[in-house]
């Protein structure tokens, strides 16, 4: 396209023009006439910063952005989560948009942030602009009465939980999170104006207590669709598996409110061996797209095996961020990285897919060769790559 694309925070004077993108891209059903005041909350409450992609100054895109952090093998990330992108329909297809990202990732790395996530949504979107999964999840739908039977005599209490209980809620997330080597980083203000005040309605907390101490929580709503009441979770942690099963019975004992029970687990969740298998069904899913936006600093802010020492150079190939699009020398020691570009011939090639899928830990190295765009020159490079990258537990979902 040949007008000039530029992408920068929304000035308030336009707060009304941001409202009425996301609301006919998310809400057109309720009419020309409904109320702009859901979105515009949001953006004074902080919860999401409005951007906008332009094009020759004129407003086409609006992406509201989330900052959060992301813990990667063991260090924290900032990063930013595209939250909701809109596009009204007289601006679709005119290339403004596609044409913005690069300057959507040239303004995250300006602003500090290595990461940038997308929602599930539409993943062969983000791809073309060098995003990936990395993460599945399993998620389940059943009757609740097929809950119930996950426990014969209910031990400790449920009790409802509220703003004033979220360290505990958090110690159970962290807890929860820490088994994998990928979570979300929430902070106070996550918990109260996400989870306990949202921008649409106010979400059900309940959470399962043992021996005084907080063992899981679950976020859920209960909504109707196709003409059946639907409860659908939407968060849940838990320290064992004692917590989950008191916590899927909790959400059993709606069968006299809803029709069916929808909620997610991590893939190697063993919920086949807590609940009735009749009635049951199971589907593997997609989660967020991780898109890496400064592949230099993300090399240099993991954790690395302590045992490790050696140097690799690799090179990223990047189309849509080309300040990525560089060999770099890695060099390993005592659990840190040094990265550096380099003008040496690299030892090992891959895009920024590949290299956002090895750096996070969903796939391997030896993985990636086989089914991705890693190639490697030697086994003195597979070694150190699978050493410095071994494949993790990773189970990230779209926040709340």
Not at 255 to 284: H, I, K, Y
Request: proline share 4%; with cysteine; hydrophobic share 35%.
């Amino acid at each position: 396209m040949s007008e000039a694309v530029t992408y920068e925070e929304v000035p308030t004077r336009e707060y009304e023009t941001v409202s009425a993108f996301v609301r006919y891209s998310f809400d057109a059903e309720s009419g020309a006439d409904a109320d702009d005041d859901t979105y515009r909350a949001l953006v004074e409450k902080d919860v999401v910063t409005p951007f906008g992609v332009y094009a020759d100054g004129t407003l086409q895109s609006v992406i509201l952005e989330v900052d959060t952090q992301v813990r990667i093998r063991d260090r924290t990330h900032d990063a930013t989560i595209l939250s909701f992108i809109a596009t009204p329909p007289e601006y679709r297809r005119g290339g403004s948009l596609s044409a913005g990202f690069p300057k959507v990732f040239a303004s995250c790395v300006e602003r500090g942030y290595d990461i940038c996530l997308g929602r599930t949504f539409k993943h062969g979107f983000y791809t073309q602009f060098g995003g990936e999964m990395v993460s599945t999840h399993a998620r389940w739908t059943c009757e609740p009465s097929t809950l119930v039977s996950t426990v014969d005599r209910p031990r400790g209490r449920f009790r409802r939980l509220t703003p004033a209980d979220w360290r505990e809620i958090d110690a159970v997330h962290r807890a929860f999170s820490g088994e994998y080597g990928l979570s979300f980083e929430r902070s106070q203000a996550y918990w109260n104006e996400v989870t306990f005040q949202p921008y649409e309605k106010r979400h059900h907390i309940a959470g399962w207590e043992h021996d005084g101490e907080l063992r899981g929580y679950v976020v859920y709503d209960i909504t109707t669709e196709n003409g059946q009441t639907v409860l659908r979770e939407l968060d849940t942690s838990y320290r064992d598996y004692e917590a989950l099963s008191h916590l899927l019975y909790y959400l059993g004992n709606h069968d006299s409110q809803v029709d069916e029970v929808a909620f997610v687990t991590p893939e190697d969740a063993a919920v086949f061996s807590l609940v009735d298998r009749n009635g049951l069904s199971c589907e593997r899913r997609p989660g967020p797209i991780f898109r890496v936006t400064n592949v230099a600093n993300a090399l240099e802010r993991v954790r690395y095996p302590p045992d490790l020492e050696g140097t690799v150079t690799l090179a990223v190939s990047d189309e849509t961020a080309p300040w990525n699009d560089e060999t770099y020398r890695l060099s390993v020691a005592d659990g840190d990285a040094t990265c550096t570009v380099s003008s040496d011939e690299p030892a090992a090639r891959l895009d920024v897919r590949a290299f956002t899928q090895l750096l996070v830990g969903y796939h391997d190295a030896e993985t990636l060769e086989e089914i991705s765009t890693l190639t490697v020159e030697d086994e003195r490079t597979r070694t150190f790559l699978s050493r410095a990258f071994p494949r993790q537990r990773v189970f990230l979902r779209d926040e709340v």
